[in-house]
């Protein structure tokens, strides 16, 4: 650099000797970087096996390990990219990749340390029996795509910080004692494709926003078993890819949006349990042509059994119990071949079971409980030789039992209790599968003969 300098200073050296003194600065300073560098990466190297294994095993200190599987092979004998549960990278041999330890039993606490492994893409301690709270530092993980930490026993609420993990695709923490409400910053989750929060104790409304920063790419979304209020946020029927959507035993109120009966990919519909209430949207807005499963059983529901549904010709279950549905059995039921679970008992339906349902001959649940249907037990019901539980109780249902349910060869639990049915009962006609009978409080008459022993 000196003799660089002279020659600028003294403008009489001709421009080869210019040249010649560039040349040499050029050789220099790159004799310098490249003197320079590999002491530099090794630094960033000795710091970064340092902070990885720092993190592991202030992890490992918090745990009891009452099986002793870490404390025999989390040791300095071994390097901890050997340890049981820990993977590191194929290009940064010595970063921490993943820690997986599902079903291990760890009992302890999680540390605010593992948020420095910085290359985490996926945390797997889920049915750890994990205690304590989800520690805010797990936001710091820019390449995290997993978090499952389900099935343990992790208290206080959802850390916002997790709302900074913008390449999560997958957080899972099912079965926990969580509480609070959900932090309105998840809506960052931009990749989230599986977003699983229930069986907790979150209370609260669910964030308005959520959805819609919410990543498209949203497959599986479960909020269930918790005690969320408010309304369910129109903005959910919004996610083109969804195809699960749980929002179970709640307290939600209000009717259900529209847009949840517009989502061309959902497979499953899980309503159940909460305080819903008034119409389902009728045909011209209700599009959901692959659903496979649709539980809405126990909320306050009113109209006629949604016809829209007539159009799910792949729908398998369909539970609509115990809301305040009226009219009748609609005949189009017997046009859904696919089905396997019918319940709409606990409504206000009247009329008779239609004659069309034995063409179901899939069905392995036909429910009618508590309504008002009247006529006879149709004898083509025989016909349903999968049905193994058929409860009609506590209807205005009259005649004799039909002869036809010996067919049902796979019966186990059969209740016609509570109706009005006369005559005698069939001598052995009930199959070998039958558990449970209920036929009490009718006016029917003679001995019942059964070819075994029943539990009732």
């Avoid at 220099?28 to 970064?48: E, F, H, R, V, W």
């Avoid at 302890?108 to 709270?133: C, H, K």
């Avoid at 996610?239 to 529209?258: A, C, D, K, M």
């Avoid at 034995?358 to 008002?372: A, E, I, M, R």
């Amino acid at each position: 650099l000196f003799t660089y300098e002279l020659a600028v200073h003294y403008s009489s050296l001709n421009t080869l000797a210019m040249a010649l003194l560039h040349f040499t600065l050029l050789i220099t300073m790159a004799s310098l970087l490249l003197a320079t560098k590999p002491a530099a990466s090794a630094s960033n190297t000795t710091t970064a096996i340092s902070g990885d294994l720092s993190a592991l095993l202030a992890f490992k200190a918090q745990l009891s390990d009452p099986d002793g599987v870490l404390r025999g092979n989390w040791t300095a004998d071994t390097p901890y990219c050997g340890w049981i549960g820990v993977s590191c990278g194929r290009r940064h041999r010595t970063r921490v990749t993943a820690l997986e330890l599902p079903g291990l039993p760890l009992a302890g606490a999680l540390v605010a340390e593992l948020g420095n492994l910085s290359f985490l893409y996926s945390l797997n301690l889920s049915n750890t029996a994990l205690t304590g709270p989800i520690p805010n530092g797990l936001g710091k993980l820019p390449r995290l795509q997993s978090l499952d930490l389900s099935s343990n026993y992790l208290s206080g609420t959802i850390p916002s910080g997790l709302g900074n993990l913008t390449a999560l695709q997958v957080l899972d923490l099912d079965s926990n004692n969580l509480t609070g409400e959900i932090p309105h910053e998840l809506h960052n989750l931009e990749s989230i494709m599986y977003l699983i929060l229930s069986r907790n104790d979150l209370s609260g409304p669910v964030p308005q926003g959520l959805f819609n920063g919410i990543s498209s790419q949203l497959i599986f979304l479960s909020l269930a078993y918790n005690s969320l209020t408010g309304n369910i946020p129109a903005a959910i029927g919004s996610s083109p890819n969804l195809q699960v959507l749980e929002l179970s035993r709640n307290q939600f109120s209000g009717q259900i949006p529209p847009s949840l009966f517009n989502m061309s990919s959902l497979l499953g519909l899980h309503l159940s349990h909460n305080n819903l209430s008034g119409p389902v949207p009728n045909n011209q807005s209700f599009n959901l042509p692959m659903l496979q499963r649709a539980n809405l059983f126990n909320n306050k529901l009113i109209g006629v059994v949604p016809p829209g549904f007539g159009a799910c010709k792949y729908l398998q279950v369909f539970n609509l119990a115990y809301n305040q549905f009226t009219g009748g059995i609609p005949l189009w039921l017997s046009a859904m071949p696919e089905l396997t679970v019918v319940s709409l008992g606990g409504n206000d339906l009247e009329g008779e079971i239609p004659v069309g349902l034995s063409n179901l001959t899939g069905l392995t649940t036909l429910d009618f409980t508590t309504s008002k249907l009247h006529g006879k037990i149709p004898p083509e019901l025989g016909r349903l030789t999968q049905l193994q539980w058929l409860n009609l109780e506590m209807n205005n249902l009259t005649g004799t039992i039909p002869t036809s349910i010996k067919n049902m060869s796979m019966i186990s639990i059969l209740d016609i209790s509570f109706n009005s049915l006369t005559g005698t009962v069939p001598r052995m006609i009930f199959a070998d599968s039958l558990t449970e009978l209920y036929i009490d409080e009718n006016k029917l008459s003679g001995e019942v003969s059964f070819m075994d022993d029943l539990s009732h």
